[in-house]
């Protein structure tokens, strides 16, 4: 069972983005379009801004995989959803190992959602653990990794007979 869905039973993720797919919500592939430019749309004018402790180095690991501070690790996991989505849809195939970097994530959030930060075990966690995070990356070919570039954007627009706004296309992709 992927760590999302247990989670999501055990604890109810309110995304930061309103546009975050639901677990196990279906799209067609022009909804999953629509919802990607209204996601990227929202995340442009809505920056996620990291603490000031963030900076410092001995958080420099934590910043770099993303689980920093409360709001970067919620656009995170928001963006994971979305590309979790677009390979429920279809876009590509989902890289085996692509949702371990999910299960740290649902157990980092609970913590700083709950007040705490225990950001030394957690930067031992991911100095020792942290190629296993993104071990996918290393498996997968670019071109097969989720997520759209502004040309394969454009590219399963057409193939799907999607025309979206281009001014929101180029807010997206900017």
């Given at each position: 069972?992927?760590?999302?869905?247990?989670?999501?039973?055990?604890?109810?993720?309110?995304?930061?983005?309103?546009?975050?797919?639901?677990?196990?919500?279906?799209?067609?592939?022009?909804?999953?379009?629509?919802?990607?430019?209204?996601?990227?749309?929202?995340?442009?004018?809505?920056?996620?801004?990291?603490?000031?402790?963030?900076?410092?180095?001995?958080?420099?690991?934590?910043?770099?995989n993303g689980f920093c501070c409360l709001g970067y690790l919620k656009q995170y996991i928001d963006s994971q959803l979305l590309e979790v989505a677009g390979c429920q849809t279809g876009f590509w195939v989902e890289p085996v190992g692509f949702q371990v970097w999910l299960s740290f994530a649902?157990?980092?959030?609970?913590?700083?959602?709950?007040?705490?930060?225990?950001?030394?075990?957690?930067?031992?966690?991911?100095?020792?653990?942290?190629?296993?995070?993104?071990?996918?990356?290393?498996?997968?070919?670019?071109?097969?990794?989720?997520?759209?570039?502004?040309?394969?954007?454009?590219?399963?627009?057409?193939?799907?007979?999607?025309?979206?706004?281009?001014?929101?296309?180029?807010?997206?992709?900017?």
């Amino acid at each position: 069972m992927p760590a999302q869905i247990f989670y999501k039973e055990v604890f109810m993720y309110q995304p930061r983005n309103p546009y975050t797919p639901q677990q196990g919500e279906a799209f067609t592939p022009q909804q999953y379009l629509s919802r990607y430019l209204y996601f990227y749309r929202w995340e442009a004018e809505n920056k996620s801004e990291h603490l000031q402790t963030c900076s410092l180095d001995n958080r420099f690991e934590l910043l770099k995989n993303g689980f920093c501070c409360l709001g970067y690790l919620k656009q995170y996991i928001d963006s994971q959803l979305l590309e979790v989505a677009g390979c429920q849809t279809g876009f590509w195939v989902e890289p085996v190992g692509f949702q371990v970097w999910l299960s740290f994530a649902w157990k980092r959030l609970e913590e700083l959602e709950e007040g705490h930060d225990y950001f030394e075990l957690w930067d031992k966690t991911l100095r020792k653990e942290g190629r296993e995070f993104f071990a996918w990356m290393e498996n997968t070919p670019f071109v097969n990794r989720p997520g759209f570039s502004a040309y394969s954007f454009l590219d399963a627009c057409r193939k799907y007979s999607f025309q979206p706004d281009t001014t929101l296309v180029s807010i997206c992709f900017d």
